[in-house]
């Protein structure tokens, strides 16, 4: 069974940072894309950031320069470090896999096959 499971979530003031892990578990991934969503109050959920099996990433236009997404392949985890945080960024953040081997970066969701749980990110003003 594949899991995902996000942690590094909190509360932050703007222009603060934070850093999201999440750890995959149940098979190899170290071909597989990972990418991070968010989905705000009221909102769909939409793409930030992914990476692909060799390290090519791609990000959303509204956090390219303040996000960098990375991922250790020896313990199957992906990192998004986000700095200067603003109130637009609180969200739920997930991280998704996809399950096609040695493919790039994407940002369309229906890509992805598992999902983890999702960590709050809350940014006070």
């Known amino acids: 069974q594949v899991q995902l499971v996000e942690s590094g979530g909190g509360l932050v003031q703007a222009g603060g940072s934070l850093r999201l892990s999440c750890v995959a578990s149940?098979?190899?991934?170290?071909?597989?894309?990972m990418g991070w969503f968010r989905q705000a109050p009221g909102k769909g959920r939409e793409f930030v950031a992914a990476?692909?099996?060799?390290?090519?990433?791609t990000y959303s236009d509204s956090v390219k320069g303040r996000f960098t997404i990375s991922r250790d392949y020896a313990r199957d985890t992906v990192y998004l470090q986000m700095n200067s945080l603003n109130s637009e960024d609180t969200a739920v953040y997930y991280c998704?896999?996809?399950?096609?081997?040695?493919?790039?970066?994407?940002?369309?969701?229906?890509?992805?096959?598992?999902w983890g749980q999702g960590t709050q990110v809350t940014v006070s003003a």
């Open positions: 149940g098979r190899t991934f170290s071909h597989s894309p």
């Open positions: 998704a896999l996809r399950t096609v081997a040695y493919s790039g970066a994407t940002s369309h969701e229906e890509d992805y096959t598992y």
């Open positions: 990476i692909g099996w060799s390290g090519s990433t």
